[in-house]
């Protein structure tokens, strides 16, 4: 009876860690939403397909602080961007953010935006968020202040 009792918490355990292990983290809106600055920090993929290190982005022009806002709003240093192929809008599902299309402005016609309209969110603490960017870069940002 001990063995069985043993074997049945045992297997028990088990299980939940195995349920526990396979739960998919679901990031709530809630916590993206904010102003996040720019780090100046970039990772790319090299020719075999693997992440290199974190490297400093050397320019001497300020990149834009980036909001979302609780309304599905994409700011850039406080307000919408007017730049061709900006997004604008987002949602988020699980870890992915879904990015509107960017509405076509004046100036952008003939302009061939080739977006991808998905970043995923690879690391979201309440003072550093990581994006992955179409596969093939990331970004990382500090919780404004």
Not at 32 to 38: E, S, V
Not at 79 to 108: H, M, N, R
């Amino acid at each position: 009876m001990k063995y069985k009792r043993k074997l049945m918490k045992a297997v028990l355990s088990l299980l939940l860690m195995v349920l526990l292990g396979a739960c998919n983290k679901n990031i709530e809106p809630k916590e993206l939403i904010g102003k996040w600055d720019n780090t100046y920090e970039i990772r790319t993929k090299d020719e075999a397909g693997e992440w290199t290190e974190w490297t400093t982005i050397n320019t001497l022009v300020a990149l834009p602080q980036l909001e979302f806002t609780e309304k599905g709003k994409i700011l850039w240093d406080g307000k919408p961007s007017e730049a061709c192929c900006t997004f604008t809008e987002f949602e988020v599902e699980g870890e992915t953010i879904t990015l509107s299309v960017p509405p076509i402005t004046t100036g952008c016609e003939l302009v061939n935006c080739a977006l991808c309209d998905t970043w995923t969110i690879v690391k979201l603490t309440n003072k550093q968020l990581e994006l992955n960017i179409c596969d093939n870069s990331m970004l990382r940002y500090n919780k404004a202040n």
